[in-house]
């Protein structure tokens, strides 16, 4: 794609937005290199690759690639056995502290089967945990080496610790005995490596060492005692055997690290690819925007789209298509109408999804595959009124003209402006001819009736038009395809006051072959403003039918449940009846057999044998319709709680009740990340026997514990699907933030995540005290510590679970 129409589309100011959402410097990098491409296959991946993040951050939230960096130093350095500094180093085990946090991030979830375009990305991280646990354990900051690094750091330094305290006993004798008259100030002091005394000058020779350094006026001289010389010589060799030492940690550390060359520079490659492909779903997310189709046969087919670069809440969504039944569309229109920015919009959607960019626009929006875009349009600024003389246009159409091919998408604004009407319409005609015989996808804009005339009488060649309201003088910004543009320029003027004598001769300056043209546009404008009226009525009429029928499906049912009712006491009536005669039969035979066994008793036996089979009809009877599910029984609003576990009968979905039935028995029911608005009487109460992980800890404190069995309540483990690895307490009082922060690790413990982070900001350290004085009583933290370089430092803690 050719630079010049990137810049005058402006999708260099798409990049600079798409930049602003990368994360680390090599993700920045690969943003600003993102260009169009050409390949159907290629194009499809890409927007595979965007979808996918799009989802992720849905499921899981948005994440941070920010410990990142380009690592083709470092490893150029270990490929050749050199050994890096601390500085070096703790930026490796950053980077691979951040790769484990990433790997986790991309871990599919307990309920999570299915794979996607990036799991394979995740899966080749190597977060080489041990390297960056060891690099953290020898290496405390750039400036500092861990002690217990090696056992000989840690007896030199027990040797510089044991000699510094000899030589302080030492001086310290002498400062507060014998030298004491001869001294300036009873201190010691450093000059250079070496410990000193500050002496009074006219008593140097009182003071026998080697004279480091002296004030500025002469009159004190620091001056190191002869009998400490020898101690402060071994204190020095001491501190050359430290550092020698670090240099030998650091080789091994850089020996280590250079086993892992390749895993090193694979994890910076997907880390980078990773912050790219998330740079592109927040940039989605940021411009509502939609994974377009993708068609290999120059046809595009844009739904409600939008300008990414106009005010969201201002900009006008139009419909815009073309490759279909017509390769060429001719725009008319008012001055400020939106034709540029129609021509705008097309072109650079086209290339946004062409570079694996969601567009702005609706869903199942389509858009072809071009090789080259061409656009003269404005000052190739803005989307302002053009400047540009006749010449230079001419010049940008000239080079379209000899480069496009039936592979371009050609873009012109105001073609043939800028010089005589009849012969700028004549070269616009002749022009748009010939690229439409040569197959070339092509929209322009323009004034001229001449190009409305010839849209009307091309094959494949379709007028369209920005919408004017003459009544309020302003543009609808709508566009109108089928539709040419009538000239509104009598009507403009006569509403804004111009004498009619006057306008009634300007009209007659007019040709007749122009008059009737504009009166056949008129009547187009017309019959479409009339069938637009007609189809909202029409519309109306359907919704008012819809309407008329669930209130009749409504009605019907209640007169159904009103039948059944009615039926049911009937059988109730009738059942009460034959109990009644039932009772009467039983009494009389029992009088019969005490007086008498004989044939007449058998048969009242049989008799009421026949009775008691009506009954047990009856009583079949009465159960019809009133337990329609098997185990069903209808609850009552008492008999729940919010966040009790409930089965939606119909659906035979399971969920969380998150609100209480009103008037009519409607209710909410959290399903996963679904909330449904379903009735009372399609709920069935769900046992909860387990309500954490087998062979896992509870992940709620006693306390919190203990409320929600006092009070009755359920635990509600369908929070943890979507919990987030962090926390924000910025901006708290210490008492909100540690109670967000307690119902925050519940539920985070419970969702089985390894560690969390905690954010509390650096500032004056009250909040972070009381997070971690919190965190210390907590049973199932396991431990915790302020995030590293890179992670937030003092700003943040870094809680892991047991």
């Given at each position: 794609?050719?630079?010049?129409?990137?810049?005058?589309?402006?999708?260099?100011?798409?990049?600079?937005?798409?930049?602003?959402?990368?994360?680390s410097?090599?993700?920045?990098?690969?943003?600003?290199?993102?260009l169009?491409?050409?390949?159907?296959?290629?194009?499809?991946?890409?927007?595979?690759?965007?979808?996918?993040?799009?989802?992720?951050?849905?499921?899981?939230?948005?994440?941070?690639?920010?410990?990142?960096?380009?690592?083709?130093?470092?490893?150029?350095?270990?490929?050749?056995?050199?050994?890096?500094?601390?500085?070096?180093?703790?930026?490796?085990?950053?980077?691979?502290?951040?790769?484990?946090?990433?790997?986790?991030?991309?871990?599919?979830?307990?309920?999570?089967?299915?794979?996607?375009?990036?799991?394979?990305?995740?899966?080749?991280?190597?977060?080489?945990?041990?390297?960056a646990?060891?690099?953290?354990?020898?290496?405390?900051?750039?400036?500092?080496?861990?002690?217990?690094?090696?056992?000989?750091?840690?007896?030199?330094?027990?040797?510089?610790?044991?000699?510094?305290?000899?030589?302080?006993?030492?001086?310290?004798?002498?400062?507060?005995?014998?030298?004491?008259?001869?001294?300036?100030?009873a201190?010691?002091?450093?000059?250079?490596?070496?410990?000193?005394?500050?002496?009074?000058?006219?008593?140097?020779?009182q003071?026998?060492?080697?004279?480091?350094?002296?004030?500025?006026?002469g009159?004190?001289?620091?001056?190191?005692?002869?009998?400490?010389?020898?101690?402060?010589?071994?204190?020095?060799?001491?501190?050359?055997?430290?550092?020698?030492?670090?240099?030998?940690?650091?080789?091994?550390?850089?020996?280590?690290?250079?086993?892992?060359?390749?895993?090193?520079?694979?994890?910076?490659?997907?880390?980078?690819?990773l912050?790219?492909?998330?740079?592109?779903?927040?940039?989605?997310?940021?411009?509502?925007?939609?994974?377009?189709?993708?068609?290999?046969?120059?046809?595009?087919?844009?739904?409600?789209?939008?300008?990414?670069?106009?005010?969201?809440d201002?900009?006008?969504?139009?419909?815009?298509?073309?490759?279909?039944?017509?390769?060429?569309?001719?725009?008319?229109?008012?001055?400020?109408?939106?034709?540029?920015?129609?021509?705008?919009?097309?072109?650079?959607?086209?290339?946004?999804?062409?570079?694996?960019?969601?567009?702005?626009?609706?869903?199942?929006?389509?858009?072809?595959?071009?090789?080259?875009?061409?656009?003269?349009?404005?000052?190739?600024?803005?989307?302002?009124?053009?400047?540009?003389?006749?010449?230079?246009?001419?010049?940008?159409?000239v080079?379209?003209?000899?480069?496009?091919?039936?592979?371009?998408l050609?873009?012109?604004?105001?073609?043939?402006a800028?010089?005589?009407?009849?012969?700028?319409?004549?070269?616009?005609?002749?022009?748009l001819?010939?690229?439409?015989?040569?197959?070339?996808?092509?929209?322009?804009?323009?004034?001229?009736?001449?190009?409305?005339?010839?849209?009307?009488?091309?094959?494949?060649?379709?007028?369209?038009?920005?919408?004017?309201?003459?009544?309020?003088?302003?543009?609808?910004?709508?566009?109108?395809?089928?539709?040419?543009?009538?000239?509104?320029?009598?009507?403009?003027?006569?509403?804004?006051?111009?004498?009619?004598?006057?306008?009634?001769?300007?009209?007659?300056?007019?040709?007749?072959?122009d008059?009737?043209?504009?009166?056949l546009?008129?009547?187009?404008?017309?019959?479409?403003?009339?069938?637009e009226?007609?189809?909202?009525?029409?519309?109306?009429?359907?919704?008012?039918?819809?309407?008329?029928?669930k209130?009749?499906?409504?009605?019907?049912?209640?007169?159904?449940?009103s039948?059944?009712?009615?039926?049911?006491?009937?059988?109730?009536?009738?059942?009460?009846?034959?109990?009644?005669?039932?009772?009467?039969?039983?009494?009389?035979?029992?009088?019969?057999?005490?007086?008498?066994?004989?044939?007449?008793?058998?048969?009242?036996?049989?008799?009421?044998?026949?009775?008691?089979?009506?009954?047990?009809?009856?009583?079949?009877?009465?159960?019809?319709?009133?337990?329609?599910?098997?185990?069903?029984?209808?609850?009552?609003?008492?008999?729940?709680?919010?966040?009790?576990?409930?089965?939606?009968?119909?659906?035979?979905?399971?969920?969380?009740?998150?609100?209480?039935?009103?008037?009519?028995?409607?209710?909410?029911?959290?399903?996963?990340?679904?909330?449904t608005?379903?009735n009372?009487?399609?709920?069935?109460?769900?046992?909860?026997?387990?309500?954490?992980?087998?062979?896992?800890?509870?992940?709620?404190?006693?306390?919190?514990?203990?409320?929600?069995?006092?009070?009755?309540?359920?635990?509600?483990?369908?929070?943890?699907?979507?919990?987030?690895?962090?926390?924000?307490?910025?901006?708290?009082?210490?008492?909100?933030?540690?109670?967000?922060?307690?119902?925050?690790?519940?539920?985070?413990y419970?969702?089985?995540?390894?560690?969390?982070?905690?954010?509390?900001?650096?500032?004056?350290?009250?909040?972070?005290?009381?997070?971690?004085?919190?965190?210390?009583?907590?049973?199932?933290?396991?431990?915790?510590?302020?995030?590293?370089?890179g992670?937030?430092?003092?700003?943040?803690?870094?809680?892991?679970?047991?």
């Amino acid at each position: 794609m050719n630079d010049k129409v990137l810049k005058t589309l402006e999708y260099d100011k798409i990049i600079d937005r798409l930049t602003e959402h990368a994360c680390s410097d090599p993700g920045r990098r690969l943003c600003r290199e993102l260009l169009p491409m050409d390949e159907a296959d290629e194009i499809e991946k890409a927007q595979t690759n965007t979808a996918d993040a799009v989802a992720r951050i849905f499921r899981k939230g948005s994440t941070s690639f920010g410990s990142n960096i380009n690592l083709e130093g470092y490893l150029r350095a270990l490929k050749i056995g050199a050994s890096l500094d601390a500085a070096g180093l703790i930026r490796i085990a950053s980077m691979l502290d951040n790769c484990a946090r990433i790997k986790n991030y991309g871990r599919p979830g307990k309920d999570e089967t299915v794979t996607d375009s990036l799991s394979d990305l995740f899966d080749g991280i190597e977060p080489l945990t041990p390297l960056a646990q060891e690099i953290r354990r020898c290496i405390i900051s750039e400036d500092e080496i861990a002690s217990d690094a090696s056992p000989a750091l840690a007896n030199v330094r027990r040797s510089i610790a044991l000699t510094g305290d000899r030589i302080h006993d030492r001086l310290q004798s002498m400062v507060n005995g014998s030298l004491h008259s001869y001294l300036q100030d009873a201190v010691i002091t450093m000059r250079g490596d070496r410990f000193c005394i500050p002496v009074k000058s006219e008593h140097k020779s009182q003071v026998p060492g080697i004279v480091h350094d002296q004030s500025s006026t002469g009159s004190t001289l620091f001056i190191e005692p002869q009998a400490i010389v020898e101690l402060n010589n071994k204190l020095r060799e001491f501190e050359l055997l430290e550092q020698q030492e670090i240099e030998k940690i650091l080789s091994a550390l850089s020996a280590q690290a250079g086993e892992h060359v390749e895993a090193l520079s694979d994890n910076g490659k997907i880390m980078t690819e990773l912050d790219f492909i998330f740079a592109k779903a927040q940039l989605a997310l940021e411009m509502n925007a939609v994974r377009p189709l993708i068609s290999e046969d120059k046809v595009f087919d844009l739904k409600k789209a939008r300008h990414p670069l106009i005010n969201k809440d201002k900009v006008v969504p139009i419909d815009v298509y073309l490759g279909r039944d017509f390769t060429m569309l001719i725009i008319t229109g008012p001055n400020t109408g939106g034709k540029t920015v129609t021509l705008k919009t097309v072109g650079l959607l086209t290339i946004m999804g062409q570079a694996g960019l969601h567009i702005p626009a609706g869903d199942r929006s389509r858009i072809a595959v071009f090789k080259e875009i061409y656009a003269d349009i404005g000052d190739e600024q803005s989307i302002e009124q053009s400047l540009s003389t006749f010449s230079s246009h001419m010049t940008n159409e000239v080079r379209i003209l000899r480069d496009a091919n039936e592979d371009s998408l050609c873009l012109f604004d105001e073609l043939g402006a800028g010089t005589d009407p009849t012969e700028g319409a004549a070269l616009a005609i002749a022009m748009l001819s010939d690229l439409h015989h040569r197959g070339i996808t092509c929209m322009a804009t323009t004034h001229y009736a001449e190009l409305k005339v010839y849209a009307l009488s091309t094959e494949g060649v379709r007028n369209a038009s920005c919408e004017f309201d003459v009544e309020t003088l302003q543009p609808t910004y709508k566009l109108l395809i089928g539709v040419p543009g009538k000239s509104n320029a009598f009507a403009i003027s006569s509403k804004l006051g111009l004498p009619e004598h006057i306008i009634e001769a300007a009209k007659s300056q007019i040709g007749s072959d122009d008059k009737r043209f504009e009166d056949l546009l008129a009547d187009l404008e017309n019959s479409r403003k009339q069938a637009e009226k007609e189809r909202t009525q029409a519309e109306s009429y359907r919704i008012e039918l819809s309407n008329l029928k669930k209130n009749y499906e409504k009605k019907s049912d209640k007169l159904e449940n009103s039948r059944e009712e009615i039926l049911r006491r009937a059988n109730e009536e009738a059942r009460d009846i034959l109990a009644d005669a039932k009772k009467v039969a039983d009494e009389t035979i029992r009088s019969f057999r005490m007086a008498a066994k004989d044939a007449g008793i058998q048969e009242l036996d049989r008799k009421r044998s026949e009775l008691n089979k009506k009954i047990s009809d009856k009583n079949d009877k009465l159960a019809v319709k009133k337990d329609t599910v098997p185990g069903h029984k209808q609850l009552k609003e008492s008999q729940i709680r919010l966040g009790d576990m409930v089965k939606i009968v119909t659906m035979g979905l399971k969920g969380t009740v998150a609100s209480m039935p009103d008037k009519s028995g409607n209710m909410i029911v959290q399903c996963g990340i679904i909330q449904t608005r379903t009735n009372i009487s399609d709920l069935v109460l769900v046992d909860e026997d387990t309500v954490s992980a087998p062979g896992r800890k509870s992940a709620m404190s006693a306390a919190s514990f203990e409320r929600n069995r006092a009070g009755g309540k359920k635990l509600d483990l369908s929070k943890g699907r979507n919990i987030h690895s962090e926390i924000n307490l910025i901006g708290m009082n210490s008492d909100d933030a540690v109670h967000a922060m307690e119902q925050y690790l519940d539920e985070a413990y419970m969702s089985h995540l390894p560690s969390v982070r905690v954010v509390h900001g650096k500032g004056a350290g009250i909040l972070r005290k009381a997070v971690q004085q919190r965190l210390r009583s907590i049973p199932y933290v396991k431990s915790f510590k302020l995030g590293e370089y890179g992670e937030g430092d003092s700003g943040v803690t870094v809680v892991t679970f047991k």
